[in-house]
């Protein structure tokens, strides 16, 4: 597990902080100091979050009903996460390359980073506070049924209106990432 430092929590909990403030309307009925307080009793849940950061997610609280009274942190970087990007969907969909593998699936990154990704409803919440994802496009939770079949769903905004797609899970591509989320 990579090295996270007094100082590069208190940097991340800054950087948080000012992200909150700078977008009110993504949680209006949150409090910081709450969050704070989830954040500092769940370092796990404060690592993800860093992961989150640090690969270009740009993480907010938003303010969705939660599990249990629980906050959402959700990659609210306006194109999808520029270091998480060219992954096919899984670690069959990456298997199934013929040829020019890919460097890895969004599935097995967003589980390394300890978060979970978004699924279609969660990113048309996403994108009505957005428009996010003009340039680019994530991949997205895929349901079971759906992946059995080979396919993979993938979602993006263009021409004034959210998309979702899907394609063969073994697809990658430089403008394609995925966003993500911590239930904290």
Known sequence: MEY?????????????QQRFEQYPQRHCRVKWAEVVIRLLEQPEKMRAIYAMERTGGEPDVVDWEA????????????????GRRNLCYDRAGQLARKDASAAGNAVDFAASMGIDLLTEEEYRRLQAMGPFDMKTSSWLKTPPEMRSLGG???????????????????????SRGFRGKVVL
């Open 4 to 16: 996270f430092s007094f100082e590069m929590r208190a940097a991340l909990m800054q950087t948080l």
């Open 152 to 174: 993979a769903l993938f979602g993006d905004f263009r021409y004034g209106r959210v998309f979702i797609y899907h394609n063969g899970a073994q697809a990658y591509y430089a």
């Open 67 to 82: 599990p249990g009274g629980s906050y959402l942190f959700v990659d609210c970087s306006l194109e999808s996460p520029s």
